[in-house]
């Protein structure tokens, strides 16, 4: 699953070395299909639309959630089980 891994050149990484920098969850939502597995995983930075697809809590782009340090493993857990591969963490 490397392709799912953070998206970043700089070190970034699951051993706890990217909570020194930003780092945002996108949500691809044209692969999503809503059942919110994240949202519960996330629950403190995701909530859900209507339809039950994710969306950020408390950011201007609803597809681009920042992740605090704390919840980084997380939302890798988010990004590797999500049953269709919507999701993936970016640094910023
Ligand atoms: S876990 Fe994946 S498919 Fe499920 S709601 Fe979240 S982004 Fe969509």
Not at 3 to 24: F, K
Not at 43 to 60: I, S, V
Not at 72 to 85: F, G, I, M, T, Y
Request: glycine fraction near 6%; hydrophobic fraction near 40%; aromatic fraction near 4%.
């Amino acid at each position: 699953m490397a392709a799912r891994r953070l998206e970043s050149t700089s070190g970034a990484s699951r051993d706890g070395t990217a909570g020194r920098m930003p780092v945002r969850l996108h949500i691809d939502w044209t692969r999503c299909d809503g059942r919110g597995l994240c949202t519960e995983l996330l629950a403190d930075q995701l909530t859900r639309d209507e339809w039950g697809y994710p969306l950020a809590r408390r950011a201007d782009d609803a597809s681009n959630v920042p992740i605090p340090a704390a919840q980084l493993d997380a939302a890798h857990d988010a990004v590797a089980l999500c049953p269709r591969q919507a999701l993936r963490l970016v640094a910023e």
